[in-house]
């Protein structure tokens, strides 16, 4: 069975990072990609990014690049999500969610997901 | 960017009623587009994926159907566990969710 389980609450001052952690479990951890998606309060999700815990490429939203890194330890079945120069807009819950490849030149859906890591950011 | 509308916003029914959803996207999509229920506090979980295959374990009363910009999931025989909010998200260039609907007992 597939479980992903993710680092706890993480409370960061305006400017600073936070790495949030995702160790999967279940599965062959490099057969798929791992997505971050994150949710601020009341609102709806926001897809950030994936990594192909495979080879490591990476890609990530527009609205987040230059800003996020996300990375894996294939050792350790786990990967991270970076988040750098926070403000109190990044005050959300960040989801790890394994990717399922549908095709060539497209992106994926998310079977399986973490539990959700709340990150408060806050003077 | 690929924009997802989702309609409506919240929807009100009783248990028994057939629901329908609507998302559309702002360019065709072909049939890259997944379906996904959340409760409050938890994660979501998957229904349907490329916009009419039933995820594994969930019930018939889902389906999705749809292709190109205009897609609907539909309850045909709304559950008391099926109250939450439901997202749509396009996975055929990058990834975009829509803004949700929450289905609330009426």
């Known amino acids: 069975q597939v479980h992903l389980v993710q680092s706890g609450a993480e409370v960061r001052k305006p400017g600073a990072s936070v790495k949030v952690s995702c160790k999967a479990s279940g599965y062959t951890f490099t057969n798929y990609a791992m997505n971050w998606v994150r949710q601020a309060p009341g609102q709806g999700l926001e897809w950030m990014g994936w990594i192909n815990a495979g080879n490591g490429n990476t890609k990530y939203s527009q609205k987040f690049q230059g800003r996020v890194t996300i990375t894996r330890d294939t050792s350790a079945s786990t990967a991270y999500m970076e988040l750098n120069s926070l403000s109190s807009e990044d005050t959300a819950v960040y989801f790890c969610a394994r990717g399922i490849w549908s095709a060539p030149h497209r992106d994926y859906y998310f079977d399986n997901w973490g539990q959700g890591t709340l990150v408060t950011v806050s003077s | 960017d690929i924009q997802m509308t989702q309609s409506p916003s919240t929807l009100s029914a009783s248990v028994g009623d057939r629901v329908t959803i609507t998302c559309r996207a702002s360019q065709s999509i072909s049939s890259w587009l997944a379906w996904y229920q959340q409760k409050p506090g938890k994660a979501p979980d998957l229904l349907i994926y490329?916009?009419?295959t039933l995820e594994s374990g969930v019930p018939s009363r889902f389906s999705g159907s749809g292709s190109g910009t205009e897609f609907t999931l539909t309850i045909s025989s709304l559950q008391p566990d099926d109250f939450a909010t439901y997202y749509c998200q396009q996975y055929n260039s990058y990834s975009t969710f829509g803004q949700g609907t929450k289905v609330e007992i009426k």
């Open positions: 490329k916009a009419s």
